[in-house]
């Protein structure tokens, strides 16, 4: 495994639930770690939903296996946008998730 592979910085977000000013509950972001990857760009497109013009980007990210048990519930933030984890595999000490926007 190259070190200069892993040449891109990404955060992943856990969802927290923070009071509001009424008494409920709302749902933000907060950073859970940071850490290099691989990022590559699989596909892109774009549609009109709603008469509007709507894209929509996916990419692989590959980086080293971590303590931290990843899954659906978090959110990948990388070059200032967050992205949906779509799926994510673990093998040995790489892991692959896919992402979407």
């Given at each position: 495994m190259r070190s200069t592979k892993y040449n891109k910085r990404i955060t992943a977000q856990t969802a927290?639930?923070?009071p509001n000013d009424i008494g409920g509950w709302k749902n933000t972001w907060a950073d859970?770690?940071?850490?290099?990857a691989s990022v590559t760009a699989m596909?892109?497109?774009?549609?009109?939903l709603y008469?509007?013009?709507k894209y929509t980007e996916f990419y692989e990210v590959e980086m080293r296996k971590r303590n931290t048990n990843i899954n659906g519930s978090y959110q990948i933030v990388y070059d200032a946008?967050?992205?949906q984890i779509?799926?994510?595999?673990?093998?040995?000490?790489?892991?692959k998730i896919d992402i979407a926007r």
């Open positions: 927290t639930k923070v859970s770690f940071s850490c290099w596909s892109r497109s774009k549609r009109f008469a509007e013009l946008n967050a992205y779509i799926s994510f595999t673990i093998d040995n000490n790489v892991v």
